[in-house]
């Protein structure tokens, strides 16, 4: 069913993020709002043609697709600018820490016209795959997840997935109730400049650690996994953001690492008997913590996975049809981040930070007021006529 007209309180939400649209029909900024609210709509595979179908008549599929053609607006850029807002209108957390996770996801592509995908895998036993990469940084206190940066990476670029994490580390700006951050993730953005840019902005760390790092006497890192005694593991338990409780047997033991300084390092594993393989290996700046703590941050990073998903499958990240130039498919990947930011920013005040809140639900909820609006607005545009020709008779 199509729709009308843009509702009023997207309309205000987006209001600040016109100045960065100055085509001159002046057409971009709304169909700007309709692509981000037909992303929210629509059911089903999410191609341009299958949004222009939810828009008004007056908008065409070709001026839809010169939107997104279009080079001079930068949707990284709208993105740092509505989540500044949004951290603003959710219920901050009571003891004011923040949490800043990242790390990356891939969409499966076909073709040769596809100037950002690259052939990769996940691990040495994964298959090969080709598709584009995702840098997503979240901000997360309670159960609440909010993206605040998001990049693509550029496969001609080396070393870019760290190079797009430090930037947004770099331009991140914390709110004023935030009196504490700590930064999450994986081995892989364990980098020496991220870790050195992280202390200098007096932020804490929870990261994987590779094992090719060295301790400042040379001393590989694997040594140490691989001569510890399993009696040396204690067991600890930690606990994910829904309350659910985890126990690993951990050795903890404070070291100085080459490049890095006065650490602590984490040798955790599941289960006791594991073998030196299959033992985690995490380093940290927050020496007071217990290891319980350091445990639970570290788990922290399973809300960028579930932001992947909602993004996916709510969303429809990586299902829209662009090729050819760099710039279109940024602005393809980034546009369903703008629309799980309007999401949040029109229900985010109503929002607990305790309380479990998917993206679905939210997207339910705008689906059913945008129709009630719309219907309301018909019916009271048709008793305005019928009254007219009332009083005409």
């Given amino acids: 069913m199509r729709l009308r007209r843009i509702p009023q309180r997207v309309s205000n939400c987006l209001s600040p993020l016109s100045a960065s649209f100055h085509c001159p029909q002046g057409q971009h900024f709304r169909v700007f709002c309709w692509l981000l609210v037909t992303l929210i709509i629509l059911q089903g595979s999410a191609t341009l043609k299958a949004l222009s179908s939810l828009m008004p008549c007056s908008l065409r599929y070709w001026t839809v697709l010169r939107m997104v053609r279009a080079g001079y607006w930068d949707a990284a850029a709208l993105i740092e600018q509505l989540a500044d807002t949004v951290l603003y209108c959710l219920p901050p957390p009571a003891d004011g820490l923040l949490h800043l996770t990242g790390d990356t996801t891939l969409n499966e592509k076909t073709g040769e016209q596809q100037p ?129 409780r985890k126990d690993f047997w951990v050795f903890r033991r404070p070291a100085r690492v080459e490049h890095l300084g006065d650490v602590t390092l984490l040798l955790s594993k599941s289960r006791r008997n594991y073998g030196p393989q299959r033992i985690k290996l995490l380093v940290t700046n927050l020496s007071e913590a217990t290891t319980g703590t350091l445990l639970s941050y570290y788990h922290r990073r399973w809300g960028v996975e579930v932001a992947f998903k909602e993004l996916k499958s709510g969303l429809h990240l990586g299902q829209m049809q662009v090729t050819k130039q760099a710039q279109r498919v940024k602005h393809a990947l980034l546009l369903p981040v703008l629309a799980y930011l309007l999401l949040l920013r029109l229900y985010g005040a109503e929002l607990e930070s305790e309380a479990s809140c998917p993206i679905w639900q939210l997207k339910q909820r705008f689906v059913e007021e945008v129709y009630q609006e719309q219907h309301e607005r018909s019916e009271q545009k048709w008793r305005k006529k019928l009254d007219q020709l009332w009083a005409a008779a």
């Fill in 116 to 244: 950002l995908a690259r052939k990769t895998r996940t691990n040495q036993y994964a298959p090969y795959l080709f598709g584009q990469s995702l840098v997503l940084l979240i901000a997360q206190w309670g159960r609440l997840r909010v993206p605040v940066a998001a990049g693509v990476l550029d496969p001609q670029i080396k070393g870019h997935q760290n190079l797009l994490f430090r930037q947004m580390l770099a331009q991140f700006e914390p709110p004023n109730w935030a009196s504490k951050v700590v930064v999450e993730a994986d081995a892989g953005y364990a980098a020496k400049a991220t870790l050195k840019l992280i202390a200098e902005k007096g932020y804490g760390y929870v990261f994987g650690l590779a094992r090719t790092w060295k301790l400042a006497d040379g001393t590989h890192v694997s040594k140490i996994t691989r001569h510890t005694p399993k009696n040396c593991y204690q067991r600890f338990a930690s606990y994910k953001p829904d309350g659910r």
